[in-house]
């Protein structure tokens, strides 16, 4: 394993441990401005958060992913395991083939999501935004598996936008044309790729030991210049996912491991996945919960939504008829690129489920140094806002 260092340039949060990129992100940072991710230092913005959001829509990004956390699950039970733990039915997902999973407690209330990849029915890598290693043994006790924390073995980067495919095959990568979103092979020895990514574009994942991971950097670096490559931060990176109408945990859902306070928790069919739910697979956690939810509804509804004017609303309160309130924003921002002013929002059942006219957002204005509240009407939409069909091209055009 790969010896951890800690931070000690200014301006970077002391206390934290540096990913192998670590280095390569601080030379380029201009703004400074760093957060902690699971124990490591991440950007949040290293040039403009304006720069890099374009660049993700146009040109080529590299974001680090390192800090996820990394579980393998290997064993004659590993397909099993997986089974009992995450909602949808694992058997369907092939080898070399990546999954999006949610996993619950016994209530049906979310943990956290992730995406599984599959190398065959008895070895799979999950990984996830929460610390799993812990529920990962008690969901596995009694089993013939083996499961074990890679996550500071295995380094990864984000490869995001319309040019990355040209960007990896300019940098010498066995041609990955044929691969299918959700799809992932090794494309040299100990280098994986996977068509995975955050940003409802075109984009790649890319995996590799901690050890070798300067050299992948380098390597894409080096043959970025001609596609417009540039490393983001999270605040990038975050516009576009909302864009694409992904949902991230501790924003649009507590995950209830975390959560301090009873009823906090959400289900995955409130939180709008309940296709991700296979009840026919046999038993899981929740799944006697989750099916009296089925029968009986949910307690809320977490929605994509459109708000009149170009004031982000992010937090803002929803009502019902100006009157009623029934929920608030969880996500929100002015899309650049929709040129409308979008945000996924919880609403309280059976608004957002029955009823869904009639929904207004109180926004509050600073104009001047003086506040102006708003109420502003707001529409429910049920598609992604950015949908690009270079993002599931197979294979992916030049650009």
Same mark, same amino acid.
């Given at each position: 394993?790969?010896?951890?260092?800690?931070?000690? $340039?200014?301006?970077?949060?002391?206390?934290?441990?540096?990913?192998?990129?670590?280095?390569?992100?601080?030379?380029?940072?201009?703004?400074?401005?760093?957060?902690?991710?699971?124990?490591?230092?991440?950007?949040?913005?290293?040039?403009?958060?304006?720069?890099? !959001?374009?660049? /993700?829509?146009?040109?080529?990004?590299?974001?680090?992913?390192?800090?996820?956390? @990394?579980?393998?699950?290997?064993?004659?039970?590993?397909?099993?395991?997986?089974?009992?733990?995450?909602?949808?039915?694992?058997? @369907?997902?092939?080898?070399?083939?990546?999954?999006?999973?949610?996993?619950?407690?016994?209530?049906?209330? %979310?943990?956290?999501?992730?995406? %599984?990849?599959?190398?065959?029915?008895?070895?799979?890598?999950?990984?996830?935004?929460?610390?799993?290693?812990?529920?990962?043994?008690?969901?596995?006790?009694?089993?013939?598996?083996?499961?074990?924390?890679?996550?500071?073995?295995?380094?990864?980067?984000?490869?995001?936008?319309?040019?990355?495919?040209?960007? &990896?095959?300019?940098?010498?990568?066995?041609?990955?044309?044929?691969?299918? $979103?959700?799809?992932?092979?090794?494309?040299?020895?100990?280098?994986?790729?996977?068509?995975?990514?955050?940003?409802?574009?075109?984009? !790649?994942?890319?995996?590799?030991?901690?050890?070798?991971?300067?050299?992948?950097?380098?390597?894409?670096?080096?043959?970025?210049?001609?596609?417009?490559?540039?490393?983001?931060?999270?605040?990038?990176?975050?516009?576009?996912?909302?864009?694409?109408?992904? /949902?991230? =945990?501790?924003?649009?859902?507590?995950?209830?491991?975390?959560?301090?306070?009873?009823?906090?928790?959400?289900?995955?069919?409130?939180?709008?996945?309940?296709?991700?739910?296979?009840?026919?697979?046999?038993?899981?956690?929740?799944?006697?919960? &989750?099916?009296?939810?089925?029968?009986?509804?949910?307690?809320? =509804?977490?929605?994509?939504?459109?708000?009149?004017?170009?004031?982000? =609303?992010?937090?803002?309160?929803?009502?019902?008829?100006?009157?009623?309130?029934?929920?608030?924003?969880?996500?929100?921002?002015?899309?650049?690129?929709?040129?409308?002013?979008? =945000?996924?929002?919880?609403? @309280?059942?059976?608004?957002?489920?029955?009823?869904?006219?009639?929904?207004?957002?109180?926004?509050?204005?600073?104009?001047?140094?003086?506040?102006?509240?708003?109420?502003?009407?707001?529409?429910?939409?049920?598609?992604?806002?950015?949908?690009?069909?270079?993002?599931?091209?197979?294979?992916?055009?030049?650009?």
């Amino acid at each position: 394993m790969a010896k951890r260092k800690t931070i000690k $340039p200014k301006h970077v949060p002391m206390g934290l441990i540096q990913t192998p990129f670590f280095e390569r992100l601080n030379a380029l940072s201009r703004a400074k401005s760093w957060t902690g991710w699971a124990g490591y230092i991440s950007p949040l913005v290293l040039d403009t958060v304006e720069f890099e !959001y374009f660049a /993700i829509r146009n040109q080529a990004t590299l974001f680090d992913i390192s800090p996820m956390h @990394k579980y393998r699950v290997t064993g004659p039970d590993a397909l099993a395991v997986l089974n009992r733990l995450v909602t949808r039915d694992v058997s @369907k997902i092939r080898d070399g083939r990546v999954g999006y999973v949610m996993w619950c407690d016994e209530e049906g209330m %979310l943990i956290d999501d992730g995406t %599984l990849f599959r190398f065959s029915e008895t070895d799979f890598r999950l990984c996830c935004q929460e610390p799993m290693f812990t529920w990962l043994l008690d969901t596995a006790w009694g089993y013939d598996v083996r499961i074990i924390d890679e996550s500071d073995e295995i380094a990864a980067v984000s490869l995001q936008g319309p040019t990355s495919w040209s960007l &990896l095959q300019d940098a010498g990568f066995a041609d990955v044309s044929a691969m299918k $979103p959700f799809d992932w092979r090794e494309v040299e020895p100990d280098i994986w790729i996977s068509r995975t990514g955050f940003t409802g574009d075109l984009g !790649y994942e890319i995996w590799v030991p901690w050890a070798k991971a300067t050299v992948l950097w380098d390597r894409l670096w080096a043959a970025g210049d001609h596609w417009g490559l540039r490393a983001i931060g999270f605040e990038a990176l975050n516009m576009s996912r909302i864009e694409a109408g992904f /949902i991230a =945990a501790g924003v649009d859902f507590q995950p209830v491991h975390a959560a301090m306070r009873l009823h906090r928790g959400r289900t995955p069919i409130e939180l709008g996945f309940g296709k991700m739910v296979h009840f026919d697979k046999g038993h899981f956690n929740g799944r006697r919960a &989750l099916l009296k939810q089925r029968e009986n509804g949910g307690r809320y =509804a977490l929605v994509k939504i459109d708000i009149e004017g170009f004031k982000p =609303a992010d937090g803002a309160l929803l009502y019902h008829k100006k009157k009623k309130e029934v929920g608030f924003v969880t996500s929100g921002i002015w899309s650049p690129t929709m040129k409308s002013n979008i =945000a996924l929002a919880e609403l @309280k059942a059976p608004y957002g489920i029955d009823i869904v006219d009639h929904i207004w957002a109180e926004i509050y204005v600073n104009e001047e140094g003086q506040w102006d509240k708003r109420l502003v009407p707001v529409t429910l939409q049920d598609k992604p806002f950015f949908s690009n069909t270079r993002a599931r091209a197979t294979p992916p055009r030049p650009y």
